[in-house]
C-alpha cells in the first residue's frame, strides 16, 4: 500500500513539473507573423532561384524550365514594382494591404 501511495505521488509530481511552464503567467504567447513581415523578397524570386537549381541538377527539362522562367519573372518584376502592396497576378497591384486574396477574382496575391 506504501509503494502505491508513493508511486502516485511520484506521478502527480512529474506531471506537475511536466505541465508548470504551460500555466506560468510570466510567459508571453508567440504572434505568427503576418504574410506581409516576410523577408523583401518575393516568393518568386525565390522560385526563380530553386528552378535554377533543378535545371542544374537535371530535374526539369529544358522546355518546362523556359516556360517557368518566363512566368516567375513575370511575377517577381509585377511584385518589384508594386513595392509593398500585394499584386494579383491578373488584376495587378491590390489596394487591400493586408488581404492574402484577390478581391476582385480571388486568385491568391503575390507579396
Request: hydrophobic share 40%; proline share 6%; glycine share 4%.
Amino acid at each position: 500500500m506504501t509503494a502505491l501511495l508513493v508511486g502516485t505521488a511520484l506521478a502527480v509530481a512529474s506531471l506537475c513539473f511536466v505541465l508548470y511552464p504551460l500555466f506560468r503567467a510570466d510567459i508571453s504567447v508567440a504572434r505568427r507573423k503576418s504574410p506581409h513581415a516576410r523577408s523583401r523578397q518575393s516568393p518568386a524570386v525565390d522560385a526563380l532561384r530553386e528552378l535554377e537549381f533543378d535545371r542544374q541538377t537535371g530535374k526539369i527539362s529544358d522546355s518546362d524550365y523556359e516556360s517557368l522562367k518566363a512566368r516567375y519573372t513575370a511575377q517577381a518584376l509585377a511584385v518589384m514594382r508594386a513595392g509593398n502592396v500585394p499584386v494579383c497576378e491578373r488584376c495587378g497591384p491590390r489596394p487591400e494591404a493586408e488581404a492574402e486574396f484577390c478581391s476582385n477574382c480571388g486568385s491568391p496575391l503575390l507579396t
